[in-house]
């Protein structure tokens, strides 16, 4: 396989593309003419939001286009007096990145513009281009006020004066979530742009749609609406504690197709193109449950070519359960049809895409999904509100469609919304969800499954079991109580042991499992490209939302494969990523990195993604199941959500994903679900994930998350939960191979809690996935490895000129504190070593930043990357230790800040050993970069 660098890049700005949403275009002001000059305001046009922030927004990237450059870049005509002045405006109040994770500022500082300078400008062009951008992402949402949700009083100001000044306006805007349109259309401009985030050459997409040389085809993956108050989990989203999902399954459009058209600005699945389409009903089979099928027939009836994205509704009867008015069954793109061209497009809809689940008996069959008697009609169309009937489908009497049992149940009762028929429209009316006592725990208890007793060692590998020559059941009976106790521990984050700056390793992490020939898996940030907090560079991909929006698949395919094959070359097995929570209200703060308010489109984008890395020989972890709709509080506030809206809405992304694509990676949540946290929930993990929808992966924690029960004993070291859950292994702990923190997995073992057989199971889990990686390749010596062409990963050219030189010896210590710690900043200490040999290093500081901010320092020794420190915040003082190998006396380590808000103290070397005379240097791999 060859990645080609150019190849990768055009196809991320093809993506770009076809996922920005052109929202408005009056009097055709887009695209921008050729030979137009255009005067472009907003400090944006200099700086471009590659990502939202956090862990899915650190992928350090070599450059990011800025919306001016890439004009330029195609030569277009900008009023070059006013970017100067933006220019100097930049010199003075530069780009704030923030300090530390979760602590970014939302927007910059806009510039204030004079009535005079925006009338000169306009005077010079005719056309003006406003760029307003915003940010958001892991442990911050967005607040619902100015310089966040809302635009700046700069901002309205400025497009205020704009609009008053120019005949033609078009808002551009670099964002990682809508943000309130309210004002944007009350100034109106002509036209206006969601450009979305789209990575390192969002920029260079934006532009390609902006002059015309794309035509758009980007449909929103969510509803805009006019107040956020309208939204359905409005009061019930951001509390500290607990938030109940009143809405029910009535998120997005399903509410607002229900119960409040009138709320809504832009619908889903609306967005404009330079061309027009004609979407008619073509010939449909609705005759036979499991044979139904529709046509489309599509015409471009207009002038240039393009791109569109056809939509299939169904409306349901309400029968007994309630349902939303209209519900997404399936959607496919077009290729680029020239005008006047027709294509044909069709799709077959299984009858659980649209079953309804049962959640309460009232439809006489409880805990399944059914179709309630009565007419299914289906519509075919360009948007929610824009659709044609295509024909019905009656169902006599109602059918159980999958027969289940109740899983996750609610452990309090709440009421939650339901249609009630008035006239011709619904209005909500109330039914009480009842709380059930824990359902999972009997279950969980009884859920032991048996292993063979332990052998020792027998000389079997995992790549006999891999190559067939042994079972796996032989091979786990070889693993020690205490080596099945290290399985279960993952790595990091900046593990030595697998790509250095990485977020975790997990498998082979102590020399025994290694013995036994398992490999150390290696995964990394996630979603939107490769996060190396080595230093080292990667691609930068456009964010969830963006792909959502181009509906294509096959897009979202290629794209990840390429993604792929970048991980192959940097031996990264799995990918922490797709997002796939639902957007379930506008301020969550990693909405950036999830795909939409419809579990259908984000199970679709999902499984496309994991299909693309799964090419390349790589995977994807889905990630956060689930329920994880908030950054305030994410770590403890409990989620309350009814069985119907969890099957219906949360979960059935990652059913999508795992059925259609085979995904064999899960990351359950920082925070509980209905009084249990997700990773400790066996009904989860066990019961829906493997039993029902026949997952043979792993499943992973989230970093450093708590374990336990709501109002019950919390902590992070009851690893027996996990075991129990089948939550295969806790992310991350500092060194696997040693219980650094206490896990209670051998104690709990020891006194029945658990069994060898539980954790014979979940090391099996992880061995049946690590044997068909790259990571089991390297182990073996066997030829995995994909060419890169066209991209040199250099550092920054360094200035080495005045490092810092120390005499290192046992019990040295040398003080950082004097050190500029800021994002970005470069350190050089130079090292003369007074006896060689192996190393601790400590690095010990604090950040005053919240407990789960990840504020890592990339470590480069004698330019070779060996990994990162990671700290987090929380106030108290930390101190984390790698080991290093000095075998020349003199040597230059370069520490690389990835994050504000660290405040270093000092760094302690503490002597291990050193070789003898001619001992192999294998004896010290570990110590070795
Ligand atoms: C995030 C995960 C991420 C992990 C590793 C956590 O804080 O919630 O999404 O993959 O860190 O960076």
């Known amino acids: ?60 990237v070599p450059k990011v286009w800025s919306i001016v450059e890439g004009l330029q870049a195609e030569n277009i005509c900008i009023n070059e007096e006013l970017h100067k002045i933006y220019e100097q405006f930049e010199e003075i109040h530069p780009f704030d990145p923030g300090v530390g994770f979760g602590n970014e500022p939302w927007s910059q500082v806009e510039m204030e513009v004079s009535e005079e300078l925006v009338k000169k400008a306009s005077d010079d062009s005719d056309t003006a281009l406003v760029i307003i951008g915003r940010t958001a992402g892991e442990e911050q949402d967005y607040i619902n006020d100015r310089g966040a949700y809302k635009l700046s009083e700069n901002e309205a100001d400025l497009l205020r004066k704009v609009r008053n000044a120019f005949d033609k306006v078009v808002l551009v805007m670099n964002v990682s979530a809508i943000l309130d349109m309210k004002e944007i259309e009350e100034i109106s401009p002509d036209a206006i742009l969601y450009a979305w985030q789209g990575g390192e050459v969002g920029a260079l997409g934006c532009v390609d749609v902006l002059i015309g040389k794309v035509c758009p085809s980007g449909r929103l993956a969510d509803s805009i609406i006019r107040n956020i108050e309208d939204a359905s989990a409005y009061g019930n989203f951001g509390d500290t504690v607990r938030n109940i999902y009143a809405e029910d399954i009535y998120v997005g459009y ?130 929610v509100r824009d659709i044609k009937e295509v024909g019905t489908y009656t169902q006599e009497e109602t059918v159980i469609i999958e027969k289940l049992s109740h899983q996750m149940v609610p452990n309090v009762s709440f009421e939650r919304i339901k249609p009630a028929a008035n006239d011709n429209a619904f209005i909500i009316s109330k039914e009480e969800v009842k709380a059930l006592p824990f359902s999972d725990s009997d279950e969980a208890m009884a859920d032991r499954p048996s292993a063979k007793d332990y052998t020792g060692d027998k000389g079997i590998k995992l790549k006999d079991v891999r190559d067939g020559k042994a079972s796996m059941d032989d091979f786990l009976a070889q693993l020690s109580d205490e080596d099945l106790s290290v399985i279960i521990r993952g790595e990091g984050m900046g593990s030595p042991k697998v790509t250095p700056g990485t977020a975790a390793a997990f498998g082979g992490l102590s020399q025994n499992l290694k013995n036994f020939g398992i490999p150390a898996g290696c995964c990394s940030d996630g979603p939107s490209g490769m996060r190396l907090d080595s230093g080292f560079r990667a691609f930068s991909l456009p964010s969830g939302t963006l792909l959502a929006c181009t509906w294509n698949e096959k897009l979202n395919t290629d794209l990840y494969s390429m993604l792929g094959m970048e991980m192959n070359k940097n031996n990264v097995d799995f990918l922490l990523g797709p997002g796939m929570n639902i957007h379930r209200f506008p301020l969550n703060g990693r909405n950036f990195e999830y795909f939409s308010e419809d579990p259908f489109v984000t199970g679709k984008i999902a499984a496309a993604q994991i299909r693309g890395l799964k090419k390349s020989g790589v995977s994807g972890t889905l990630k956060h199941f689930c329920g994880n709709n908030q950054e305030t509080c994410r770590h403890t506030e409990e989620n309350v959500i009814s069985e119907r809206a969890l099957r219906e809405i949360y979960l059935k992304g990652f059913e999508i994903a795992v ?7 899960v990351m359950t949540t920082y925070g509980p679900v209905n009084g249990i946290w997700t990773n400790s929930r066996h009904d989860l993990n066990t019961n829906i994930l493997r039993k029902e929808w026949g997952f ?28 129990i859950a089948q939550n295969d292994f806790y992310a991350v702990c500092p060194d696997a191979s040693v219980n650094s923190t206490g896990d209670d997995t051998l104690q709990a073992l020891s006194e029945g809690l658990i069994t060898r057989g539980q954790l014979a199971r979940m090391a099996g889990n992880i061995c049946r996935v690590l044997m ?73 500081g604090h950040s005053d930043l919240s407990r789960l901010s990840q504020i890592p320092v990339g470590v480069f020794f004698q330019g070779v990357p060996c990994g990162s420190f990671t700290f987090h915040g929380g106030g108290e003082e930390l101190s984390i230790r790698r080991k290093i190998f000095f075998h020349s006396k003199y040597g230059v380590m370069r520490l690389k800040f990835m994050n504000g808000g660290l405040d270093l103290k000092e760094l302690k070397f503490t002597f291990q050993k050193a070789p003898e005379k001619d001992e192999p240097l294998e004896n010290f791999e570990e110590y070795i970069c």
Do not use: H
Request: hydrophobic share 35%; aromatic share 12%.
């Open 1 to 60: 396989m060859v990645l080609e660098w150019d190849k990768y890049e055009a196809l991320a700005r093809q993506a770009v593309c076809e996922g920005v949403v052109l929202l408005k275009n009056e009097k055709e002001v887009l695209p921008i003419k050729k030979n137009e000059k255009i005067s472009i305001f907003g400090r944006m046009q200099n700086n471009y939001y590659k990502s939202g922030t956090g862990s899915g927004g650190m992928v350090n």
């Open 772 to 844: 068909n990686t790259n990571a089991m390749k390297r182990l073996c010596g066997e030829d995995y490895k994909v060419e890169v062409v066209g991209f040199e990963d250099e550092l920054e050219s360094d200035d080495l000129s005045d490092v810092e030189y120390f005499e290192v010896e046992d019990g040295t210590v040398i003080d950082l504190s004097q050190v500029d710690t800021t994002k970005g900043a470069v350190y050089f200490l130079g090292f003369d070593v007074k006896k060689r040999g192996c190393y601790y290093i400590d690095m010990i």
């Open 254 to 383: 399903r509410y607002y197709e229900t119960f409040n058209k009138s709320a809504v600005m832009y619908p889903f699945g609306y967005g404009l193109s330079y061309t027009s389409f004609d979407v008619t009903p073509g010939s449909t089979d609705l005759e036979k449950l499991d044979s139904l099928s529709i046509n489309a027939e599509v015409t471009n009836t207009g002038n240039v070519a393009g791109k569109e994205v056809v939509q299939f509704y169904v409306s349901k009867p309400q029968g007994m359960l309630g349902k939303p008015a209209l519900s997404l069954v399936g959607f496919l793109k077009t290729e680029t049809l020239k005008p006047g061209e027709k294509c044909n497009l069709s799709i077959d809809i299984d009858p659980y895409t649209f079953a309804s689940y049962d959640d309460s008996g009232v439809t006489g069959f409880e805990a399944c999904y059914v179709l309630e008697a009565g007419n299914y009609t289906f519509y075919v169309g360009q948007n």
């Open 659 to 665: 059925k259609e694509a085979g995904a064999d990676s």
């Open 696 to 723: 043979e992966g792993i499943v992973m924690t989230d970093w450093w998350s708590n374990i336990g029960d709501v109002g019950g004993v919390v902590d992070k070291t009851s690893f027996s939960r996990l075991v």
